[in-house]
Nanobody
C-alpha cells in the first residue's frame, strides 16, 4: 500500500560520496523494517542494507563499512549515506519495506522508480 520515492542519485567519481533519500507516502512508524536494494545493469536486484523501527541496522557484506542507513526523525523517510564509492556500486537504488532483518526476508511489491547511481572517473 505504501509508495516510495527515491532521490539523490547521480554521477560521482570513485572514492566519492552520495546520500540517497527515500520518502514514503505515509508514516513509516508502523513499518518494522525498511531496506535499500540495488540493481546493476543486466543483474538481479540485491539487498544492501536495512533498519528496524528501533534503529537496528544490517548491511550486506559488499557495502559494510562504507554505507550507512538512517531513519529520519519524522519516521517517514530513510537515507543511505554512501562513502568510498567504487564503479561496482553503479546501479539503480531502491528502497522498500522488508519482512524482517534476517537472511531470506523479502521486500514488498511496492517498488518505486529508483534512483541511478553512477560511479565513474
Amino acid at each position: 500500500q505504501v509508495q516510495f520515492v527515491e532521490s539523490g542519485g547521480g554521477l560521482v567519481q570513485p572514492g566519492g560520496s552520495l546520500r540517497l533519500h527515500c520518502s514514503a507516502s505515509e508514516s513509516l512508524s508502523s513499518i518494522y523494517v525498511m531496506a535499500w536494494y540495488r540493481q546493476g545493469s543486466g543483474k538481479q536486484r540485491e539487498y544492501i542494507a536495512s533498519i528496524t523501527s528501533f534503529g537496528i541496522t544490517d548491511y550486506a557484506d559488499s557495502v559494510k563499512g562504507r554505507f550507512t542507513i538512517y531513519r529520519d526523525s519524522a519516521k517517514n523517510a530513510i537515507d543511505l549515506q554512501m562513502d568510498s564509492l567504487t564503479p561496482e556500486d553503479t546501479a539503480v537504488y531502491y528502497c522498500n519495506a522488508r519482512s524482517g532483518i534476517r537472511k531470506g526476508s523479502r521486500p514488498t511489491e511496492s517498488w518505486g522508480q529508483g534512483t541511478q547511481v553512477t560511479v565513474s572517473s
